[in-house]
């Protein structure tokens, strides 16, 4: 069994009654404990300052060092339903967004104490429902408001950052801007052709809306041509959530990726190449398409570097064994010979005959996305073709596409016109690993630089980080990716989350007041009390992210939470002043330039979590008990679960 | 075959509703079914005890496929609602929790066996009989003029099960894309026997309910192998259909041995036969190349490069629509040069994006009634129970064709029907006593048994501890809105 070493609390019940192969727990929710449970996993991996985490296996010793929630989920044996169902929602979240895990988890976790709450106060399942989904809709519609323009910050901000003022940072949550920026996307939408590169000429359009320039029009028209580069840079700032030096690379990444095309970030063209042994200073990003080789390898690409190549593109593995998915070997097939064979071997003649065609071809260099056998690799080096192997699919469709290769599946069906042009071989000697028994050189494989591809290489001392290092660059770039996909970014640092306990806990007193005029009954007062904990939901999310600083104690973040959401009731601007608030929670010792940073969220990725983490939510709180198949007599027994 | 385990002496037991542990578990199922009754029914997580893919639901058939029991009193019962379920798609429910409730009545009765039985049957008869009559006060005559009453049949059925997470907003559109679908799988002014269409379900992972939406047509998921050229508007494409595996490798040997003299590359040679085949249909101007299993990479390549669309892996289930749709006999062998009438025809064809799936539309040349129906949400476990509880409104729409009637739902028709039957059988009870052959304080405790049964499934529809208020005069069941319509089918 594995354990992460804080466990969480001991509230897990598991649960009780049983048959056969079903089990039926008492209506209790003792699955919304468990979630609640489930969810303390995440507390420390909520905010800027994470925590690491062990995660040890006692049978083999072995463990993992972890830093997000969905790699502590894949670390952990995992045997409940409600655990099985928590596991698939975070790896559906991290699949399409790569980010956003543990706030989902959080707030599964927080919600369900607030649904807890519910059930002990009597409020019918269907009314915790039917509450918590207005509720949901009322943050959708917080989220929508305040979101804020990823066009209109780079014209909030000019680009000397070290000049902007507190306030003009703050102003972005403020409504007329809102209603800019939509009207600066609805003028995108209409001019079709103007809209898929920001270039100068695109901006002077939005500029001339008469929207836009009343608040802050001496700052857009000041906005130099170099200014998308810096919007981005800034927007990364905000959506680094403690990760600088990943986000430093994204960022790195980007201005690399402008000189192609500008408007959107295409991670699919990123490559990551992890080079233990060296210090964590070393990372950078570069053009190509960086791949550690062995020695014999690197001196192929020795010989043919500086000269344009010749590229085959192999869709599987390269080896004579190797049949496409779905090919099903005969099983009683004899091979009879009526001469003594000579030991003729079927792999040496496959060999010799793809060597031949490559070389026909004139072929120097083969991207394998499969494994390609030891044997023509050799092959191969002796005549000086360079084989990469275990290349990513969309690496080797960037490669087809600037190269005017096409990748085939076997090297057998390559023709003239499959093999691609102009590609180049560059050794990188600065960044050979060879720390370890292998000794690796760096060979940077690239087009002629129009492909787009870059690798970012991740370096640290420390072996067990790297893939932490990996993750944390991963979740940096598809914050960024996602904030340019939406156009727009949220006001982080718990703003919104601060907006939305507001305007819940207003729908909550508007509920308890028609309560009172005697309109609505007791179906209002539920809606009241369901929003009202909701809101309290929010808060414990934003207090425990206060706590993770290191700077604050649990009761003091919320003292200061609750005061501040006091203080500002009723004014429109409470996200901007909330802000600070966090920023001066975290920032009381630090040095006064980090305080001047803004920080933002994503629009989708948050709304999506949130919508993930109630939907999960639900299906728990629906459930009364859980079928286990496959379950033995014995066992069942033991375990006091009831047999069918 | 020698054993390994010596053969143990039968054991036989009789009366097994006198043993405890057969009706604790016999109660257990009916808890089981009775907890996930109605739209507030509770769900059922199920898993196997390693911790694999774990289902949410409280659809019969998926519960009681995944329920084993070394009982087989709670497996004959499990199985035959399992049938009922494939026969009808709906009311598994209610048929479990019905008989599992007769059962235990039964029981506690303490009627001998077989005057419960003849009394069952009797008051059986009785319902079926009134439920029939033109009179019949429970149901309603579905009106086809209008899609008014489909839209509400649809959303009752959708509505009964909450693990598809829908509201009010999203049940209504899917009930008006069930009819919808329902509707496009009739087919138009056809003399002779009439067959229905089919609906095709495709599921699409992470996106909004009401991005659902339902088209006439196939539409084929084609995600990674895109490659229309939008530049030749033929108004009719010339397709091809394979049911034969196109992977190149020999296929099912059976038991038999084949022996390859050495120097003779079969892989080759089957390669080459594939590729002649390619080329007729290249030479033949097919421009979808379509076949249910693998098709050789080289030869997918070789069409593709001639500007075909190849479409390979379809699988079963899309075979027949298809077939359908374009009139294609399907070649279940390579060995044979194609024939002119294999090919089949599709009129039109255009890309649609859905969230991360591209989809290719096939529009039928001539008249056909198959159309796809594209669900989302927003996680695998709801859209899996929306994927089931879509094909079983499928199959309770189309039941109307035959029988254009609907029950009322909410539990209005059990109370309704139990109310009839006390009301019916208290007059003349000396009589039909005397030809069931029993005592008359027999024939009333069974009444009223058999009313209980029917009135306690009526209650179980409320979940939450509410009061269930029955309405003596009317026999009107208050717990749930009135109006609900659903249709049962009673076996």
Redesign the interface.
Same mark, same amino acid.
């Given at each position: 069994m594995k354990h992460v070493n804080i466990s969480p609390p001991s509230t897990v019940q598991t649960p009780a009654v049983m048959l056969r192969s079903t089990v039926i727990n008492p209506r209790q929710p003792v699955g919304l404990q468990e979630l609640a449970a489930l969810a303390a996993v995440a507390h420390s991996s909520l905010g800027p300052d994470k925590r690491y985490k062990f995660i040890q296996d006692d049978t083999s010793g072995e463990s993992a060092l972890v830093c997000s929630c969905f790699r502590i989920f894949e670390n952990l044996e995992l045997s409940s339903a409600v655990a099985q169902l928590v596991h698939e929602t975070v790896q559906a979240q991290q699949k399409v967004y790569n980010t956003g895990s543990g706030c989902l988890l959080f707030l599964a976790g927080a919600w369900s104490r607030a649904a807890l709450e519910c059930v002990h106060r009597g409020i019918s399942v269907s009314r915790i429902i039917s509450g918590m989904s207005d509720g949901f809709d009322i943050c959708v519609d917080v989220l929508r408001k305040c979101s804020i323009s990823t066009d209109g910050l780079g014209a909030v901000k000019p680009y000397s950052c070290t000049t902007t003022s507190h306030g003009l940072g703050l102003q972005v949550s403020k409504e007329p801007i809102t209603e800019d920026s939509r009207a600066s996307l609805h003028l995108r939408g209409t001019t079709s052709v103007g809209h898929k590169t920001l270039n100068p000429s695109g901006h002077r359009k939005i500029k001339l809306s008469r929207h836009f320039c009343q608040p802050d029009s001496k700052n857009v028209s000041t906005a130099p041509q170099p200014h998308q580069v810096f919007n981005v840079a800034h927007i990364a700032e905000g959506l680094s959530h403690g990760c600088v030096r990943a986000m430093n690379l994204v960022v790195e990444a980007v201005k690399l990726h402008q000189d192609v095309s500008c408007s959107t970030f295409d991670v699919t063209k990123v490559v990551t190449c992890v080079v233990p042994g060296l210090p964590e200073e070393r990372a950078c990003v570069l053009p190509g398409c960086i791949v550690l080789l062995s020695d014999e390898q690197a001196s192929v690409a020795h010989h043919l570097k500086d000269q344009p190549l010749k590229v085959a593109l192999i869709n599987g593995d390269l080896s004579h064994t190797f049949r496409h998915l779905g090919f099903s070997r005969p099983a009683g097939v004899q091979h009879v010979s009526e001469q003594l064979a000579l030991g003729s071997d079927e792999e040496e003649v496959w060999t010799v005959k793809v060597v031949a065609l490559l070389l026909n071809l004139e072929v120097n260099l083969i991207l394998v996305s499969g494994l390609a056998s030891e044997k023509v690799i050799q092959h191969c080096c002796r005549r000086r073709v360079l084989v990469v192997d275990k290349v990513k699919a969309s690496i080797l469709k960037a490669f087809a596409d600037a190269t005017a290769g096409v990748p085939v599946t076997y090297a057998t069906q390559l023709t003239k016109h499959c093999v691609g042009t102009g590609v180049k071989v560059e050794i990188r000697r600065d960044l050979g690993g060879g720390s370890e028994r292998k000794s690796s050189t760096a060979v940077n494989i690239s087009t002629g630089g129009n492909s787009g591809l870059f690798t970012v290489i991740l370096t640290s001392c420390v072996r067990g980080k790297l893939q932490a290092l990996e993750d944390q660059f991963w979740a940096c770039a598809y914050r960024l990716h996602h904030a340019l996909k939406d156009r727009a970014v949220l006001p982080g640092a718990g703003a919104t989350e601060m907006l939305c306990v507001h305007h819940l806990r207003q729908r909550a007193v508007t509920a308890y007041s028609t309560q009172e005029s005697s309109a609505g009954g007791a179906a209002d007062l539920d809606r009241g009390v369901v929003l009202h904990l909701m809101a309290d939901g929010l808060i414990d999310y934003i207090s425990t992210v206060m706590v993770n600083t290191g700077r604050v104690s649990k009761v003091r973040a919320r003292t200061v939470v609750s005061q501040q959401l006091q203080e500002h009731d009723g004014h429109v601007d409470i996200a901007a002043k909330l802000s600070q608030l966090m920023l001066e929670g975290e920032n009381e010792d630090s040095d006064s330039k980090s305080s001047e940073m803004d920080v933002y969220d994503n629009v989708s990725v948050k709304q999506e979590a949130w919508r993930k983490a109630l939907d999960l939510l639900f299906l728990v709180l629906q459930t009364d008990a859980e079928v286990i198949t496959g379950v033995d007599q014995a066992t069942g027994a033991q375990e006091n679960l009831m047999m069918l | 075959m020698s054993r390994l385990v010596k053969k143990s002496p039968s054991l036989c037991v009789d009366l097994p509703l006198d043993n405890t542990d057969v009706c604790n578990?016999l109660r257990?199922?009916r *808890?089981?079914m009775t !907890?996930c009754y109605g739209p507030?029914g509770?769900?059922?997580?199920? %898993? #196997?005890?390693? /911790? /694999? %893919?774990?289902v949410?639901t409280s659809t019969s058939s998926v519960?009681l496929a995944?329920?084993? !029991? +070394? *009982?087989p009193l709670?497996n004959l019962i499990k199985t035959s609602v399992l049938n009922h379920v494939s026969r009808f798609s709906d009311c598994g429910l209610f048929a479990a929790c019905l008989c599992l409730d007769l059962i235990e009545q039964a029981k506690q009765s303490g009627l001998r066996g077989n005057v419960c039985i003849g009394l069952n049957r009797h008051f059986l008869a009785v319902c079926v009989s009134y439920l029939q009559r033109e009179d019949c006060c429970c149901k309603v005559k579905l009106d086809f003029c209008s899609s008014h009453n489909l839209i509400a049949l649809a959303r009752s059925v959708i509505s009964s099960k909450?693990?598809c997470?829908l509201?009010e907003q999203e049940t209504l559109h899917i009930s008006k894309l069930a009819v919808q679908a329902f509707l496009l799988t009739l087919p138009c002014d056809k003399p002779g026997t009439v067959s229905l269409g089919q609906t095709v379900t495709i599921c699409v992972?992470?996106h909004s309910v009401l991005n659902s939406a339902v088209f006439p047509g196939l539409l084929v998921d084609v995600t990674g192998v895109l490659c229309v050229n939008k530049s030749d508007n033929l108004s009719s494409h010339r397709m091809l259909l394979f049911s034969a +595996?196109l992977?190149?490798?020999?296929p099912e040997?059976g038991? /038999?041995?084949?022996?390859? !003299? +050495?120097?003779v590359d079969?892989d080759a040679r089957i390669l080459d036969q594939l590729l002649d085949l390619g080329k007729q249909a290249v030479e033949d101007d097919v421009k979808l190349f379509v076949c249910q299993?693998?098709i050789?990479?080289?030869l997918q390549?070789y069409l593709r490069s001639r500007g075909v669309i190849v479409i390979e =892996?379809l699988g079963i289930t899309l075979m027949e629509p298809l077939i359908l749709l374009t009139g294609a006999h399907p070649v279940a062998t390579l060995h044979t040069s194609l024939q002119p009438k294999a090919y089949g025809k599709v009129r039109d064809l255009s890309i649609r994006q859905f969230g991360s799936k591209t989809l290719l539309h096939l529009l039928p040349h001539g008249e056909s009634a198959i159309c796809t129906m594209i669900l989302c949400h =927003? #996680?695998?476990?709801?859209l899996s129970e929306l994927k089931l509880v879509c094909q079983k409104t499928e199959h309770v729409l189309r039941l109307t064709l035959r029988e254009p009637y609907a029950l009322f739902g909410g539990g209005c028709t059990e109370t309704h029907l139990a109310a009839y039957v006390r009301h019916k059988c208290t007059d003349g009870v000396t009589e039909s006593a005397a030809v069931l052959g029993c005592s008359e304080s027999e024939y009333l405790l069974g009444m009223d048994r058999f009313c209980s049964s029917l009135e306690s499934v009526a209650k179980s529809l409320e979940? #939450?501890g /509410?009061n269930s208020l029955i309405d003596l005069t009317h026999a009107h069941n208050w717990t749930v809105h009135a109006d609900v319509m659903n249709r049962c089918v009673e076996g």
């Open positions: - | 578990k257990l199922l *808890q089981l !907890s507030t509770k769900l059922k997580l199920v %898993h #196997n005890n390693i /911790g /694999g %893919h774990v949410t519960l995944a329920i084993s !029991s +070394s *009982q709670v909450p693990a997470l509201t992972e992470g +595996s992977a190149g490798d020999i040997l038991e /038999g041995i084949i022996e390859v !003299s +050495s120097g079969t299993k693998v050789h990479p080289v390549h =892996r =927003r #996680n695998e476990t709801m979940h #939450n /509410g």
